[in-house]
């Protein structure tokens, strides 16, 4: 079972940690529920597939624009990696040539890895 989330974009916000106290707090309060679920002593039901239970955030699609990769992105996708992992995708792909999707794909796995991996 997936189930998918739409968060709203950080947009123009200059407020970082604004932003990034919301989703945090959100994926936090998902977790606690599932965690209130497992410690009441209730057993799983239908809402539970395969372990997930049905507040679990497992993973988060992290649209990049084309193009160009922002300091704030990174910032936040390392942040938000703490707690879910982070699938990047690059918004608008198709609006490159496969030499430039090429290029900017190398750009964005070099900015993210060392952000986002633990040492």
């Given amino acids: 079972m997936i189930s998918i989330q739409d968060m709203p974009g950080w947009g123009d916000d200059i407020n970082l940690m604004r932003y990034l106290r919301i989703i ?22 239908e809402t539970a597939m395969c372990g997930q239970l049905q507040h679990s955030i497992t993973a988060c699609l992290y649209f990049i624009p084309p ?3 922002k300091k704030i992105d990174l ?16 918004g608008k792909s198709d609006s490159m040539t496969e030499m430039e999707l090429a290029t900017y794909r190398s ?9 986002i991996v633990a040492p």
């Fill in 24 to 45: 945090t707090s959100f994926l936090l309060e998902q977790r606690a529920k599932d965690y209130e679920k497992l410690a009441g002593g209730r057993a799983l039901d």
């Fill in 67 to 69: 193009h160009r990769v």
């Fill in 75 to 90: 910032v936040l996708m390392a942040a938000i990696s703490q707690l879910v992992t982070i699938i990047p995708v690059i």
């Fill in 107 to 115: 750009e964005v796995r070099s900015s993210i890895v060392p952000r």
